[in-house]
């Protein structure tokens, strides 16, 4: 069975601060991560992703986030938050099925605010 | 690439109706899902297709859904005598083989009278 767990239903943060937004997840077989962003009345854009490379994946738009297996964790973080970086960010675990099949899930989202 | 394309954008009508929402995937993509968000959620997986093949349904498609994709390329999703609960945004995404990333498509929001 997977699962995917987004701790925080919403992050404040000021201009010019760090972001982190975190995410857990339980998985059976090795996962593909991935984290989205959707801005209001749009689809989701993909910000990056994890596939059994490089632990510390980079992103668009200066996100970046960590795979470590021993904490089941993939949390995403920029150094510097930007006015354009509110909207929603989705934590998405995507991995095999013992019947066989990927199985992908989203999480409940966390919603990033930005305040000048 | 020209990304995922959904029409109509908007959909407003009366309960009891039906509706078709289309989507146009990324040409080269042979896997195409259908998710339902309502506001406030991440989206829920309703069903995907590999070519045009469908190969999974989730419990959360009735039998008022039903999707298709004929030739391999765009895919409609159909809801027919819409209810009150209907009322959400449709995404369409589009995918190579897993574990390709999935692109998403602005969405078709639907709003029930």
């Known amino acids: 069975a997977q699962s995917v767990t987004q701790l925080d239903s919403h992050v404040s943060v000021s201009e010019g601060t760090p972001v982190l937004l975190r995410c857990n997840y339980s998985?059976?077989?090795?996962?593909?991560l991935f984290w989205y962003v959707q801005h209001p009345n749009k689809g989701l854009q993909l910000l990056l992703k994890y596939t059994s490379a490089a632990t510390l994946v980079k992103g668009i738009n200066g996100f970046e986030a960590e795979f470590k297996k021993s904490e089941t964790s993939f949390h995403l973080t920029k150094p510097s938050a930007h006015m354009s970086d509110a909207a929603e960010y989705f934590c998405v675990v995507s991995a095999l099925r013992g019947t066989g099949g990927f199985k992908t899930i989203f999480g409940a989202g966390t919603r990033l605010f930005v305040k000048a | 690439d020209t990304g995922v394309s959904q029409n109509p954008r908007h959909k407003i009508t009366k309960r009891g109706q039906n509706v078709t929402f289309r989507c146009d995937p990324i040409s080269e993509h042979n896997r195409l899902y259908w998710y339902r968000q309502t506001l406030g959620q991440g989206p829920e997986f309703l069903t995907y297709f590999q070519n045009e093949a469908q190969l999974e349904k989730s419990r959360l498609l009735s039998d008022r859904f039903s999707a298709e994709r004929p030739k391999g390329s765009f895919s409609t999703l159909e809801i027919q005598r819409t209810e009150q609960g209907d009322s959400a945004m449709y995404l369409c995404?589009?995918?190579?083989?897993?574990?390709?990333?999935?692109?998403f498509g602005d969405g078709t929001r639907l709003s029930i009278l």
């Open positions: 995404a589009s995918s190579l083989a897993p574990p390709g990333a999935q692109h």
């Open positions: 998985s059976s077989y090795s996962p593909s």
